[in-house]
T-cell receptor, first 114, second 113 residues
Framework: KAGVTQTPRYLIKTRGQQVTLSCSPI?????VSWYQQTPGQGLQFLFE???????NKGNFPGRFSGRQFSNSRSEMNVSTLELGDSALYLC?????????????FGPGTRLTVT | DQQVKQNSPSLSVQEGRISILNCDYT??????FLWYKKYPAEGPTFLIS?????DKNEDGRFTVFLNKSAKHLSLHIVPSQPGDSAVYFC????????????FGKGTKLSVKP
């Protein structure tokens, strides 16, 4: 069974631009969560989608948004990029109905904002 | 306000010895705890979990202990191997209506041959 895939793996953008990241969950998993990882901050929860609906949202500004498609694939978008948005963005999928229990992570997208 | 704390940013252990990674939490509503291992340039990999109704869960070389009264959990790795060198994250699930995981900042484990 294929794991969680994320594209692109690396991205360089300039301040003010916007970016869209993509995540394909493990087949059969309906819950997709997004996390931001920065040095010294661990993994910070962005949002979780289940059946195309956002069910949980972390404490991030409205510049961060996401969506989920009928095939459970998910995208997250960051508008008006800031230098502080440079991070590793991780997507995780879960078989459970809620964003909990065992989550399976993709390799991440490394975003660099210059 | 950090609800899941890993107070040791790093730990160095000799191969064959026991590695003990610690995690403290503040929210009594957490009902499920997980440990993840992360290598550089890879996503975190699920390692082991424990429900709040248990105090111990074992899987091969990995054992997780939960002390609810102290709001503390620990991961024991016995015996430690060089391939265990990675960053270990503790995570907790909030019961009730919210189900997202809350992660600690991680502990970097180095196992020396």
């Amino acid at each position: 069974k294929a794991g969680v895939t994320q594209t692109p793996r690396y991205l360089i953008k300039t301040r003010g631009q916007q970016v869209t990241l993509s995540c394909s969950p493990i087949s059969g998993h309906r819950s997709v969560s997004w996390y931001q990882q920065t040095p010294g901050q661990g993994l910070q929860f962005l949002f979780e989608y289940f059946s195309e609906t956002q069910r949980n949202k972390g404490n991030f500004p409205g510049r961060f948004s996401g969506r989920q498609f009928s095939n459970s694939r998910s995208e997250m978008n960051v508008s008006t990029l800031e230098l502080g948005d440079s991070a590793l963005y991780l997507c995780a999928s879960s078989l459970q109905g809620r964003s909990s229990y065992e989550q399976y992570f993709g390799p991440g997208t490394r975003l660099t904002v210059t | 306000d950090q609800q899941v704390k890993q107070n040791s940013p790093s730990l160095s252990v000799q191969e064959g010895r026991i590695s003990i990674l610690n995690c403290d939490y503040t929210n009594s509503m957490f009902d499920y705890f997980l440990w993840y291992k992360k290598y550089p340039a890879e996503g975190p990999t699920f390692l082991i979990s424990i429900s709040s109704i248990k105090d111990k869960n074992e899987d091969g070389r990995f054992t997780v202990f939960l002390n609810k009264s102290a709001k503390h959990l620990s991961l024991h790795i016995v015996p430690s191997q060089p391939g265990d060198s990675a960053v270990y994250f503790c995570a907790a699930r909030h019961g009730g209506s919210q189900g997202n995981l809350i992660f600690g900042k991680g502990t970097k484990l180095s196992v020396k041959p």
